[in-house]
């Protein structure tokens, strides 16, 4: 796993690329599809995002590139000073790296992550889809923050559990492999003499 501040950067990123094409697809077309559709009289969700103009964000449709790059800046400057660090420091209460099965605190790790980053980028898509035409109201911005939760936090804890970290774990270990098998290496010998 990383174990230097540049192959976490480039873990975090590997992760953020492929989860925010996740997010984004589950949004438009497994949350919100049957709607968009409805709504545009289209038969299909890409052809009811097309037809009114992109993804409704902030105040003003935009298309769906400019929403994927909008929420990988925000999720990858998030990941990097508040999702990786805290939920490491998270799963180190609870488990001692030194004696828990690596697997085990892998999963305690992916889990901390899901708890932080779930709620807080929420709360960023409720400021960035928000109804601004109706005007703005707080108690609409949290019941949509609750709302949006409710249907991410399940998302996010299988697909980041069974699909996107063992997926980014293997690649990461396979580009890796041999750059950590030899620090590894070296410390050994280091420590043998």
Known sequence: MPQTKAQRMI???????????AYVFYSLYVVNGSILMEVNGTNSVL????HQGGVYMCGSYAPIWAVVLVEFVL??????FMGSPC?????SKVFDIKTTHPVLFETAIICATVVLMCPAMSLIAAFLYYP????FNII????NWIKLVCFNFPFAVFS????????IRTVFKAIFAKRNA????????????
């Open 11 to 21: 873990f975090a990123l590997m992760t953020v690329i492929v989860t925010v094409h």
């Open 47 to 50: 052809a009811a995002i097309e």
């Open 75 to 80: 999720a990858f400057s998030l990941e990097i």
């Open 87 to 91: 939920s490491f420091r998270l799963a």
């Open 132 to 135: 601004y035409y109706e005007g």
């Open 140 to 143: 609409t911005l949290l019941a």
């Open 160 to 167: 980041q559990l069974f699909f996107i970290q063992p997926l």
């Open 182 to 193: 030899a620090a590894q290496l070296a410390m050994t010998n280091a420590n043998a003499e």
